[in-house]
């Protein structure tokens, strides 16, 4: 059996059933993606097959689908994922200025 992608995996984190959703919950996950590397989380472990960083795009697309009761202690908790990545070896690619 093959790896479930990152949006059946999100999809099953969200409880969505349906296709109808994937259009935007595919965006969210784009979007999630990038503003890890906006933050610099952009290292070689940055992939959708890290927990760390399926876990800090599944909240992100939580804290973006739909209305959630819960948006304030969602952002805090994708914040503190994305502060963690963006600053932990192995995520980032901090270069030198001789670089």
Known sequence: M???TTLERVKLALR??????????????QAAQ???????ANGSNVNESDPLVL????????????????YDRLKRSYDEQK?????????T?????DD
Not at 93 to 97: I, L
Request: hydrophobic share 40%; with cysteine; aromatic share 10%.
């Open 34 to 40: 990038k503003d890890l590397r906006i933050a610099g």
């Open 93 to 97: 690619k901090w270069t030198s200025e």
């Open 55 to 70: 876990l800090a795009i599944t909240t992100y697309c939580k804290m973006h689908f739909g209305a959630p009761d819960e």
């Open 2 to 4: 093959s790896e479930p």
């Open 16 to 29: 969505v059933v349906t296709d109808a959703f994937d259009d935007e919950l595919t965006l969210l996950i």
């Open 83 to 91: 502060a963690q990545l963006c600053t932990a070896t192995g995520y």
